[in-house]
């Protein structure tokens, strides 16, 4: 892990190396955002580590336990260099505790350091907390139409 955000309550730092705390961290915090998904492997935490794409955030508690986690992308397209926010968690006995808040914030102060124009992200509606700490955190929401393609595979 590198150099962590601190808040009051929380730590936030960027994933250098997979460890079984982070294997076991996610067995727990992926089912929280999504039922349709398996917990990510070894394997694949080990890829989004080694992307020069993506920048993996984790939170801990006091305790030093993961309690939430964040992933970053960056892009460059021909309009300049973009960022979008992902599968943001928050371990639902640490909500209300300022992680989101942390993650947040360390993704943004990220996204600017290499030279990102934008930050974007997705909420479902039925998220409210979750919309109400992008709203808080300058998020506007934008008029757009989200499309999907399903790639069978």
Do not use: C, H
Not at 51 to 76: H, M, W
């Amino acid at each position: 892990m590198s150099a962590p955000s601190e808040s009051d309550a929380v730590t936030v730092s960027e994933v250098t190396e997979v460890t079984d705390e982070l294997v076991d961290a996610f067995v727990g915090l992926i089912p929280q955002l999504s039922t349709s998904s398996p917990p990510t492997s070894p394997e694949d935490l080990a890829s989004i580590v080694a992307s020069e794409a993506d920048t993996l955030f984790v939170a801990r508690d006091r305790e030093g336990r993961i309690v939430g986690s964040l992933t970053l992308a960056v892009f460059r397209i021909p309009t300049g260099v973009r960022a979008w926010i992902e599968d943001v968690v928050v371990d639902g006995a640490a909500r209300g505790q300022g992680v989101g808040d942390a993650l947040v914030d360390a993704a943004v102060v990220k996204a600017g350091e290499v030279g990102a124009k934008t930050v974007d992200l997705t909420s479902r509606p039925n998220r409210e907390a979750a919309n109400r700490l992008y709203v808080r955190k300058g998020f506007e929401l934008r008029t757009t139409n989200v499309y999907r393609f399903a790639i069978d595979g």
